[in-house]
C-alpha cells in the first residue's frame, strides 16, 4: 500500500528525517514513534505531498508520489491534522466539512452510520446540534475522526489522534480503528497505549 | 461659472490649518510631525507636477499620449500593490498589473463608450481623471485582499491542507480564504456606498459643483463614479487573486517560498 524507500528531508541545513524505509501493507495499523522533532509529522506530510524529500522514493499503491501524481493519490488518503482550527459554528458542520467537497458529496453517510459511527466513538448523536464552542477537545477530535473514518478512505494518516483524548475514549478510538479492515493506518503518536495498541511500530530515533 | 480661484498667497494661509495636527502629534509625542510635513510637501510636489502635466495633456488631448499616462498609472499602481502587501515582486508583480489592467480598462470602456456614449473614447478630460479614481479606490482594496487572503493562507495552512488532504479541490481549498478576503476588502467599498450622501459628499462630485456643475449632472456623475468603484474594485481583487494562484502555487498546491 505504501512505500517508503531511503527517505530524506531537510529544512535548510537541517535533516528531519535520514534514510528511511519501510512499508506498510495493505489494511495494516502502523504507529510512527520518535521524540520531538524526529520527523513524525514531516513523515505525513511526506505522504500528502505537503512536503517534498530531498531524497528517496515514496508511493502509495504503487504510484510514485510527484506533482502529476499528487491529486489522484491524495483522492485515496485522509488526513487528521495535529490541530485544527476550521471557522465553523456547529458539530454537525464540522462532521459533514468534508462531504460538501464536490469529490465527497456522493460519500455522504446516513443518519445511520452517523450514528454508529458517534456511538462507537462514546459520542451521542445529539451532539450534533451543539456549538462547536460549547464541546470539548476530546470531543472535537472524535468528531473529527469520526468524519474521516466516514469518508472510507484506504488510507488513513493520523497526526497525535490521541492528544486530547482521556483513556476511555482513547480506547474507542483504538477500536474503531482496528476495526476498519481494509483501511490502512499510519498514525504519529506520543502516546504509549495508542502504540502498543497498533500492529506494529516503525521507530524514526532507530534511524 | 467656475469655482473662485485661490490665490497663492491664500493657499499659503490654507497650509496654516496642517499647523493644528503638528502641534497635536508634538504635544501627544506620537512621532508623526516629521511624516505629517513630508507628506503634505510631498503631496504639494505631486500635484503641482500633475496640474502643470494634466493641463498640457488636456491641451494635446491626444489618445496615445493618454494610453500611456493611465498605463503608468496603473503600473504605479501595481507596484504599490505588491510591495503595500509585502508580497513577492517575482510572483505578484505582473499577475497584479494585469488585473489592475483588465478591470479597470473593462470598467472605463463600459462607462465612458456605453453610458456615457464619448465620441472620443480617450478623450483626456474623462479619461484621466475617471481611471485615475478607479486606480486609487482599487489600490487600497487589493492591498487589503491580497494581504488577508495570502497572509492567512501561509499563516492557517493546516486548514488549507485539511480541505485539500480530505477532498477538497485546489479551487475548493482556496476558496476558503478567498471568501474571507473578499469581505475584508469589500466591506468597506460596500458601506461608503451605502452611505454616500448621507455622512459623506464624495470629492468628485463637490469638485464638479464648485467647478459650476448643475448638482444634478454632478450626482449623475457620482452614482456612475460609485457604482464604476465598486465594480471595478470587485473585478479587481478577484482577478488579482485568480491570475496570482496561477503563479504562487507549485505542483502539489503548495504556496512557493519567496
Known amino acids: 500500500m505504501v512505500r517508503i524507500e531511503d527517505l530524506n528531508v531537510s529544512f535548510g541545513n537541517e535533516k528531519v528525517i535520514s534514510n528511511l524505509s519501510f512499508e506498510l501493507s495493505k489494511g495494516e495499523k502502523v504507529a510512527v514513534v520518535g521524540t520531538s522533532g524526529s520527523g513524525k509529522t514531516t513523515l505525513l506530510n511526506v505522504l500528502m505531498g505537503f512536503v517534498k524529500p530531498s531524497r528517496g522514493v515514496v508511493t502509495v499503491d504503487g504510484v510514485r508520489v510527484s506533482a502529476s501524481t499528487i491529486d489522484s493519490i491524495r483522492r485515496g488518503i485522509s488526513w487528521l491534522p495535529q490541530e485544527l482550527h476550521l471557522k465553523l459554528d456547529t458539530v454537525r458542520e464540522l462532521l459533514f466539512y468534508p462531504f460538501g467537497f464536490k469529490q465527497n458529496q456522493m460519500m455522504q453517510p446516513s443518519d445511520r452510520e452517523v450514528e454508529e459511527m458517534l456511538s462507537a466513538l462514546l459520542l451521542d448523536n445529539s451532539i450534533l446540534d451543539k456549538q462547536l464552542c460549547d464541546i470539548s477537545g476530546g470531543q472535537k477530535q472524535r468528531i473529527v475522526i469520526a468524519s474521516l473514518i466516514l469518508l472510507k478512505r484506504p488510507l488513513l494518516l493520523l497526526d497525535e489522534p490521541t492528544s486530547a483524548l482521556d483513556s476511555v475514549s482513547k480506547r474507542a478510538v483504538v477500536d474503531a480503528i482496528l476495526g476498519l479492515k481494509h483501511v490502512t493506518v499510519l498514525a504519529s503518536s506520543h502516546d504509549s497505549e495508542w502504540n502498543d495498541a497498533m500492529e506494529r511500530i516503525v521507530d524514526l530515533n532507530s534511524k | ?258
Open chain 2, 1 to 258: 461659472m467656475g469655482a473662485q480661484d485661490i490665490s497663492w498667497l491664500d493657499l499659503g494661509l490654507g497650509y496654516l490649518l496642517v499647523i493644528l495636527p503638528i502641534v497635536a502629534f508634538r504635544y501627544f509625542k506620537v512621532g508623526l510631525t516629521k511624516d505629517t510635513a513630508v507628506a503634505t510637501l510631498r503631496m504639494t510636489v505631486q500635484l503641482i507636477f500633475v496640474g502643470a502635466y494634466l493641463e498640457v495633456i488636456f491641451r494635446w488631448n491626444n489618445g496615445w499620449i493618454n494610453l500611456l499616462w493611465v498605463i503608468a498609472m496603473i503600473v504605479i499602481a501595481a507596484f504599490t500593490v505588491v510591495k503595500r502587501s509585502e508580497l513577492s515582486r517575482k510572483y505578484f508583480l505582473v499577475p497584479v498589473l494585469l488585473a489592475i489592467a483588465t478591470s479597470v480598462l473593462l470598467v472605463d470602456a463600459y462607462f465612458l463608450g456605453v453610458v456615457i456614449r464619448l465620441d472620443f473614447l480617450l478623450d483626456a478630460r474623462y479619461f484621466i481623471p475617471i481611471t485615475g479614481m478607479l486606480i486609487g479606490n482599487c489600490l487600497s482594496n487589493n492591498i487589503v485582499a491580497l494581504n488577508s487572503y495570502y497572509h492567512s493562507l501561509s499563516n492557517e495552512q493546516t486548514l488549507y491542507r485539511f480541505a485539500l488532504a480530505n477532498g477538497a479541490s485546489r479551487n475548493e481549498a482556496l476558496s476558503l480564504f478567498m471568501r474571507d478576503s473578499l469581505r475584508k476588502a469589500l466591506n468597506p467599498t460596500i458601506a461608503t456606498t451605502a452611505v454616500v450622501g448621507l455622512i459623506s459628499l464624495p470629492g468628485m462630485m463637490t469638485g464638479q459643483i464648485l467647478g459650476g456643475s448643475n448638482p444634478m449632472v454632478a450626482i449623475k456623475y457620482q452614482i456612475m463614479i460609485m457604482i464604476t468603484i465598486l465594480v471595478s474594485t470587485m473585478l479587481t481583487v478577484v482577478l488579482s487573486i485568480l491570475i496570482c494562484n496561477r503563479f504562487v502555487f507549485d505542483g502539489y498546491g503548495m504556496l512557493k517560498k519567496s
